[in-house]
């Protein structure tokens, strides 16, 4: 199983940008999905989450700026970014939980010029 990451980039304060993942391999089914990033020297932190039957979850700092969906016949789930703040930069981890396992990609970059 495998989690491709792609979408991040560099981006002015106020601006945004989508972040997609998509999980390929041998997959029965993915309970969750989702981002969390790392910004440096702080800990990972949740971004959104988003289950298989919709209900979504996410951090504090970005409620209302932020949106997460998800195509479960493709295995694939977007965040929208808005209203992008330096604060945002960061990497950014697609997570899964795939048949009872988790499941990381490998990290996109996302920086917030101000």
């Known amino acids: 199983v495998q989690l491709q990451a792609s979408g991040g980039g560099l981006v002015q304060a106020g601006g945004s940008l989508r972040l997609s993942c998509a999980a390929s391999g041998r997959i029965y089914s993915i309970n969750v999905m989702g981002w969390y990033r790392q910004a440096l020297g702080k800990e990972r932190e949740l971004v959104a989450i988003i289950t298989s039957g919709g209900t979504t979850s996410s951090g504090d700092s970005v409620k209302g700026r932020f949106t997460i969906s998800r195509d479960n016949a493709k295995n694939i789930v977007h965040l929208e970014m808005n209203s992008l703040k330096p604060e945002d930069t960061a990497v950014y981890y697609c997570?899964?939980?795939?048949?009872?396992?988790?499941?990381w990609g490998q990290g996109t970059l996302v920086t917030v010029s101000s």
């Open positions: 997570y899964a939980y795939i048949d009872r396992r988790p499941y």
